[in-house]
């Protein structure tokens, strides 16, 4: 849509605490959580690059293309910077 990156960014984190809300978080293995989240942290920084807007392809392919890819956080400001500069 039209959102800025913030309050998409913001309306997709809405989202997961709502969902994080109902995790099971009784673990047999500590190891088991800490993979748990680390996959979930990864793939919801995929879901954030694929719902951004076309004009976002640059730096998305940017961010894709790193050796490993940062985190949610890092992304987000990146994503956002660059919202900043265009604007």
Same mark, same amino acid.
């Given at each position: +849509?039209? =959102?800025? /990156?913030?309050?998409?960014?913001?309306? =997709?984190?809405?989202? &997961? #605490?709502?969902? @994080? %809300?109902? !995790?099971? @978080? @009784? &673990?047999?293995?500590?190891?088991?959580? #800490? =993979?748990?989240? $680390?996959?979930?942290?990864?793939?919801?920084?995929?879901?954030?690059? +694929? +719902?951004?807007?076309?004009?976002?392809?640059?730096?998305?392919? $940017?961010? =894709?293309?790193?050796?490993?890819?940062? +985190?949610?956080?890092? /992304? %987000?400001?990146? !994503?956002?910077? #660059? #919202? $900043?500069?265009? $604007?």
């Amino acid at each position: +849509g039209n =959102l800025s /990156v913030a309050s998409f960014y913001a309306a =997709l984190k809405t989202k &997961w #605490e709502e969902l @994080d %809300y109902h !995790v099971n @978080d @009784d &673990w047999n293995c500590g190891s088991d959580h #800490e =993979l748990y989240w $680390q996959k979930e942290w990864m793939d919801r920084t995929f879901i954030f690059l +694929g +719902g951004l807007r076309d004009e976002f392809e640059s730096i998305r392919s $940017q961010i =894709l293309n790193c050796d490993e890819t940062p +985190g949610i956080e890092e /992304v %987000y400001a990146r !994503v956002e910077s #660059e #919202e $900043q500069r265009r $604007q």
